[in-house]
């Protein structure tokens, strides 16, 4: 299984998805970035995401608010208390380790000869940063370690520049920090990440039910999207395991080849604790006024939370496979980096080539999303490479095509070739392709 993790951290670098970030000076822990093929994706990922939570319902607005803000949020939030890992250290080379990682912990101590520990203390994780020309505790300040804050700072500002109305949503997608004791597993666990965030406000009494709504939800986006139904699961967190906004939490689990089954995504009912720490803090009260019943009060939000990294690391692993003569990555065709790639079957031929170019100037202008041309080495290599990186579709033009107006169609899971009509070749490929992102 480590086997695994390694060949998908080698094909993601080889072809362009995520890079170790400062590479050429040594690399930094836990910083990675996005190469072409990694940008795709991951947009592609956030905009599924987006169009399940906004596009499709009447009652989730988007938001993109500040990473930074005024120091106070962190306080009222609890992150500046609360908002920490438990820590030890070995006393021997004062390497430092989360204490609830037992196993990195007894790798370690093997290395040293059962070494001694210190105590455990509590390790916050925010990241501290200085605003303005003074570096002085007075203007020391925060990078946000989840988006959330700034939905439920900005609760009011929606209410009355929108026409929501109780039950209903503020989505946000963006980058979020935590200054993690240890890192590892590649995209898993990191020190900057994007997230992708959804606060939904309900009356108080009815929570429960829509924390039991967003489960479902949530678990049907990932089986909607592809991820093999034995891969992931999800489970409902002990009291004592729960951050400390929440009232209850599960996590959505998948099936990790380092450490089997464990947390890809939050669905957490954090109650009335932000709306209210923000009211009791800020001296602003921040509720909500039912007109029909005619009763103010500060809505409970259930929130499901997920990182874009960690998702691209399991549908990644979950499309992944090795077959006899190929790697091949069965990613849903709406989360494919390359949508179509088209061919010539011969490049030196000319009027092989110019219809091919043809082709893909006119797929380009009607496929929403990366179409791209390819006419080096063989036909066998050119679909070897866009299997690997999970075209779902290649078009070939060959003398038939001069002849007939016909092109071969290669589906990359079945690697079966159908002949299409070059006047029918959009439509075919456009069903195939976003047909069947709801099936
Ligand atoms: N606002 C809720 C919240 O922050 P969380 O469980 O701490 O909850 C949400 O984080 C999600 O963000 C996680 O389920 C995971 O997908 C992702 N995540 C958290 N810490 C991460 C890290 N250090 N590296 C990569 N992803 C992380």
């Given at each position: 299984?480590?086997?695994?993790?390694?060949?998908?951290?080698?094909?993601?670098?080889?072809?362009?998805f995520?890079?170790?970030?400062?590479?050429?000076?040594?690399?930094?822990?836990?910083?990675?970035?996005?190469?072409?093929?990694?940008?795709?994706?991951?947009?592609?990922?956030?905009?599924?995401?987006?169009?399940?939570?906004?596009?499709?319902?009447?009652?989730?607005?988007?938001?993109d608010?500040?990473?930074?803000?005024?120091?106070?949020?962190?306080?009222?939030?609890?992150?500046?208390?609360?908002?920490?890992?438990?820590l030890?250290?070995c006393?021997?080379?004062?390497?430092?380790?989360?204490?609830?990682?037992?196993?990195?912990?007894?790798?370690?101590?093997?290395?040293?000869?059962?070494?001694?520990?210190?105590?455990?203390?509590?390790?916050?994780?925010?990241?501290?940063?200085?605003?303005g020309?003074?570096?002085?505790?007075?203007?020391?300040?925060?990078?946000r370690?989840?988006?959330?804050?700034?939905?439920?700072?900005?609760f009011?500002?929606?209410?009355?520049s929108?026409?929501?109305?109780?039950?209903?949503?503020?989505?946000?997608?963006?980058?979020?920090?935590?200054?993690?004791?240890?890192?590892?597993?590649?995209?898993?666990?990191?020190?900057?990440?994007?997230?992708?965030e959804l606060?939904?406000?309900?009356?108080?009494?009815?929570?429960?039910?829509?924390?039991?709504?967003?489960?479902?939800?949530?678990?049907?986006?990932y089986?909607?999207?592809?991820?093999?139904?034995?891969?992931?699961?999800?489970?409902e967190?002990?009291?004592?395991?729960?951050?400390?906004?929440?009232?209850?939490?599960?996590?959505?689990?998948?099936?990790?080849?380092?450490?089997?089954?464990?947390?890809?995504?939050?669905?957490?009912?954090?109650?009335?604790?932000?709306?209210?720490?923000?009211s009791?803090?800020?001296?602003?009260?921040?509720?909500?006024?039912?007109?029909?019943?005619?009763?103010?009060?500060?809505p409970?939000?259930?929130?499901?939370?997920?990182?874009?990294?960690?998702?691209?690391?399991?549908?990644?692993?979950?499309?992944?496979?090795?077959?006899?003569?190929?790697?091949?990555?069965?990613?849903?065709?709406?989360?494919?980096?390359?949508?179509?790639?088209?061919?010539?079957?011969?490049?030196?031929?000319?009027?092989?080539?110019?219809?091919a170019?043809?082709?893909?100037?006119?797929?380009?202008?009607?496929?929403?999303?990366?179409?791209?041309?390819?006419?080096?080495?063989?036909?066998?290599?050119?679909?070897?490479?866009?299997?690997?990186?999970?075209?779902?579709?290649?078009?070939?033009?060959?003398?038939?095509?001069?002849?007939?107006?016909?092109v071969?169609v290669?589906?990359?899971?079945?690697?079966?070739?159908?002949?299409?009509?070059?006047?029918?070749?959009?439509?075919?490929?456009?069903?195939?392709l976003?047909?069947?992102?709801?099936?």
């Amino acid at each position: 299984m480590e086997n695994l993790m390694s060949k998908i951290v080698s094909l993601a670098k080889r072809r362009g998805f995520v890079y170790q970030n400062s590479e050429i000076y040594g690399g930094i822990n836990g910083v990675w970035d996005l190469g072409p093929l990694g940008t795709l994706l991951a947009n592609n990922l956030k905009q599924e995401w987006w169009r399940s939570m906004v596009f499709k319902r009447d009652d989730v607005v988007g938001l993109d608010s500040s990473i930074l803000s005024h120091p106070r949020v962190w306080e009222a939030s609890g992150h500046l208390k609360s908002f920490t890992d438990p820590l030890i250290e070995c006393k021997i080379c004062h390497g430092r380790f989360r204490a609830d990682h037992k196993k990195e912990i007894e790798e370690h101590a093997k290395t040293h000869k059962e070494p001694s520990f210190t105590d455990v203390k509590q390790f916050n994780l925010m990241f501290k940063t200085f605003m303005g020309p003074l570096d002085n505790e007075e203007h020391k300040t925060y990078l946000r370690p989840e988006t959330a804050q700034g939905i439920f700072i900005n609760f009011e500002n929606v209410i009355s520049s929108t026409r929501v109305k109780i039950p209903f949503g503020i989505a946000q997608i963006g980058k979020g920090f935590r200054n993690e004791i240890t890192t590892g597993n590649f995209l898993f666990r990191v020190r900057e990440f994007e997230m992708m965030e959804l606060e939904f406000f309900v009356k108080p009494g009815t929570d429960r039910d829509w924390y039991e709504y967003w489960k479902k939800e949530r678990l049907k986006w990932y089986l909607n999207l592809g991820i093999k139904k034995e891969n992931i699961r999800i489970e409902e967190l002990p009291k004592e395991d729960v951050a400390h906004y929440s009232r209850g939490t599960s996590e959505i689990w998948y099936n990790w080849p380092f450490m089997g089954f464990g947390e890809l995504e939050g669905i957490a009912n954090r109650g009335d604790y932000d709306l209210s720490q923000h009211s009791k803090f800020s001296g602003h009260e921040l509720a909500y006024f039912d007109e029909e019943e005619n009763t103010r009060f500060t809505p409970y939000v259930i929130e499901p939370s997920v990182g874009v990294g960690r998702l691209i690391l399991a549908f990644l692993i979950d499309a992944y496979k090795e077959e006899e003569k190929r790697v091949v990555l069965k990613l849903h065709p709406g989360l494919s980096p390359v949508k179509v790639a088209v061919f010539p079957l011969l490049s030196n031929k000319l009027p092989l080539a110019k219809l091919a170019k043809d082709i893909y100037d006119n797929l380009k202008k009607q496929i929403n999303g990366v179409v791209s041309y390819d006419d080096r080495g063989n036909i066998g290599k050119r679909y070897f490479s866009q299997d690997e990186i999970g075209t779902p579709f290649c078009v070939t033009v060959d003398f038939q095509s001069l002849k007939d107006k016909t092109v071969t169609v290669r589906d990359r899971d079945s690697m079966k070739q159908e002949r299409i009509k070059i006047k029918d070749l959009n439509i075919y490929l456009q069903n195939n392709l976003e047909g069947k992102i709801d099936a």
